[in-house]
């Protein structure tokens, strides 16, 4: 009897596994483990086998699985995107067109507009309007291959709205096959009240949205936009500390703007993961490498701001493990483009296609703390597969900007087709 989630993919002319580590990639980011005329075998969602079409089709029967014949095609692990912002109310389309006339991200924020604006908007929407709009975007991701997203809160500001946010980030890993991880990121802005306040800002979170985002399990990282005129680094060291003995991983969004000191925080605190890091010292990535903090690189947002992008160059010849995603909110980044995320790592980072791949499924997996069970084809993790229309990863960033995936398994089930 052919049981749930048991599927069998045969004949892949590349089977791109990304094997071969337990943890976190630096320089040996090149490293893909290609299987040629490979096959995998997922039972009940759990990868059980992987290998030649050959060897494998002499210990497994088709009839016990749906098989997809991937004949001509590349098969890969489905990407995980460590880094987005995609639950929110209202679009900043205004913003943008200001930004092309030359005003900056920053100008705007100061102003009350920027995060601000979305924090308004989000607070005017109902729950099953922002569930609406978050599994519409998560729909989008799945068609260029994610299987698991990172989203965060901070467009509430308040203890009701980080609140719903969370909600919503948690009924939608129930209703769509993308798996959501969460984070609560309550200090991604201040508001109005407590400006030239942060420090009290900070303790209000504490005291009163952490102890319940951690009691309901709303949250699995706590993340900062540490930043000149947001949060410091005293504010950002403090709400860390503090995120982690409550149980909280913790990230940072360090060093994008202006160079405060995020990487070495990041490296201080032992941090999962920093994020941005456009500005970041050598000094910081020398002691994020050491730490074993994953340096998060965001390109779609240096190109919508018109910033100078991150150094994945640098990082990576100095061993710095480096994730690639979107950074989706409706702001400083408005897409869930991987392909653009491609386009952007290797025509303008000195990123190499096998590199971005990395970055985009076990470093991304690393990213959000799950290298042991996404981010690979590998036995015992989830089947969370992606069969692309070409017959190599190759052809992911020379199809400038569009997506090349043809088919998603997620959990040993085809969700796209
Ligand atoms: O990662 N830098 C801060 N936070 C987001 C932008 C959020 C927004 O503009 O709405 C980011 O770029
Ligand atoms: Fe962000």
């Known amino acids: 009897m052919m049981k749930k989630g048991n599927i069998l993919i045969k004949n892949a002319a590349e089977l791109v596994t990304c094997s071969g580590f337990k943890g976190k990639k630096g320089k040996s980011m090149s490293d893909l483990h290609i299987i040629s005329n490979g096959a ?29 014949d991937a004949s001509n095609k590349a098969v890969l692990p489905g990407f995980v995107d460590s880094h987005t912002h995609f639950v929110f109310g209202g679009y900043r389309a205004e913003e943008f067109s200001w930004r092309l006339r030359g005003d900056s991200y920053m100008s705007i924020m100061e102003r009350g507009g920027g995060i601000l604006s979305s924090v308004r908007a989000t607070a005017e929407a109902s729950k099953e309007e922002l569930l609406k709009s978050a599994i519409k975007r998560l729909d989008s991701m799945l068609s260029f291959g994610v299987t698991t997203v990172e989203g965060k809160s901070g467009y509430g500001l308040d203890y009701e709205t980080e609140i719903k946010q969370l909600e919503v980030m948690k009924e939608a890993d129930n209703h769509h096959p993308v798996d959501v991880v969460s984070t609560f990121m309550g200090a991604h802005a201040v508001l109005k009240d407590y400006k030239g306040r942060e420090g009290a800002f900070i303790d209000f979170l504490i005291e009163k949205v952490m102890p319940e985002v951690t009691e309901r399990k709303l949250a699995e990282f706590c993340d900062v936009f540490c930043e000149k005129n947001v949060f410091s680094i005293e504010d950002s060291r403090k ?46 990535i020398k002691e994020m490498e050491k730490a074993g903090v994953v340096a998060t690189l965001l390109p779609g947002t240096a190109f919508s701001l018109k910033e100078d992008f991150a150094r994945a160059r640098y990082m990576i010849d ?26 952007l790592a290797t025509l303008y980072m000195g990123m190499t296609t096998e590199e971005a791949v990395t970055a985009l499924t076990i470093n991304g997996a690393a990213a959000v703390d799950k290298a042991d069970k996404i981010g690979s084809i590998d036995i015992g ?24 995936v043809e088919k998603v398994v997620k959990n040993g089930i085809l969700v796209y087709n």
């Open 318 to 343: 100095n061993n710095c493990a480096v994730a690639l995603a979107t950074d989706l909110n409706p702001g400083s980044c408005f897409t869930e483009s991987i392909p653009l995320i491609f386009a």
């Open 40 to 68: 995998v075998v997922i039972e009940e969602g759990v990868i059980k086998a992987v290998g030649k079409t050959e060897e494998l089709l002499k210990q497994y029967k088709e009839e016990d699985y749906k098989v997809i």
């Open 239 to 284: 709400l860390l500390t503090k995120a982690k003995e409550m149980g909280f991983k913790v990230k940072l969004h360090a060093d994008e703007i202006v160079q405060l000191g995020g990487a070495e925080l990041a490296a201080e605190l032992g941090a999962v993961s920093a994020d941005h890091l456009l500005q970041a010292s050598d000094q910081g």
């Open 381 to 404: 993790k989830k089947g969370d597969i992606i069969i692309l229309e070409f017959p190599s990863y190759k052809y992911i960033p020379y199809h400038i900007g569009v997506s090349t």
